[in-house]
């Protein structure tokens, strides 16, 4: 396993092993498990109330734009970490500068487009 591929052939075997061991929980859980439906159990589980009505519910759009707006930031926070690690490094500091600036000036236009769309609104 000295070769090229040789760390490919360890990754793949470690991969193999793993999903092996996956799959055999599995079915070890399917075979040693035992089967008794009743009708509660079949029931839908509410954070311990009982299921009143249907299952569907409306929700409003603005909830998920405020996950999505959240998820966008919360990376572009974690690429401002290796950022501030390189930005001492010798010879690098001017050139890690500009560049952050311009990847804070596209998340700076992200939120002036979200803000004129009236996205960030809570009403």
């Known amino acids: 396993m000295d070769g090229y591929f040789g760390s490919y052939v360890l990754v793949a075997a470690l991969l193999a092993i793993g999903?092996?061991?996956?799959?055999?929980?599995?079915?070890?859980?399917?075979?040693?498990?035992?089967?008794?439906?009743?009708?509660?159990?079949?029931?839908?589980?509410?954070?311990?109330?009982?299921?009143?009505?249907?299952?569907?519910?409306?929700?409003?759009?603005?909830?998920?734009?405020?996950?999505?707006?959240?998820?966008?930031?919360?990376?572009?926070?974690?690429?401002?970490?290796?950022?501030?690690?390189?930005?001492?490094?010798p010879g690098y500091g001017l050139t890690t500068l500009v560049e952050m600036f311009v990847f804070l000036g596209f998340i700076a236009l992200g939120i002036v487009y979200a803000w004129r769309k009236r996205v960030l609104t809570w009403t």
């Open 19 to 89: 999903v092996a061991i996956v799959a055999g929980a599995l079915l070890a859980n399917r075979l040693l498990r035992p089967a008794r439906p009743t009708a509660e159990k079949l029931t839908s589980y509410e954070c311990g109330v009982d299921p009143v009505g249907d299952g569907w519910a409306q929700s409003q759009i603005r909830y998920y734009v405020f996950t999505y707006l959240y998820v966008v930031f919360a990376v572009d926070a974690v690429f401002l970490f290796p950022w501030a690690t390189v930005f001492d490094t």
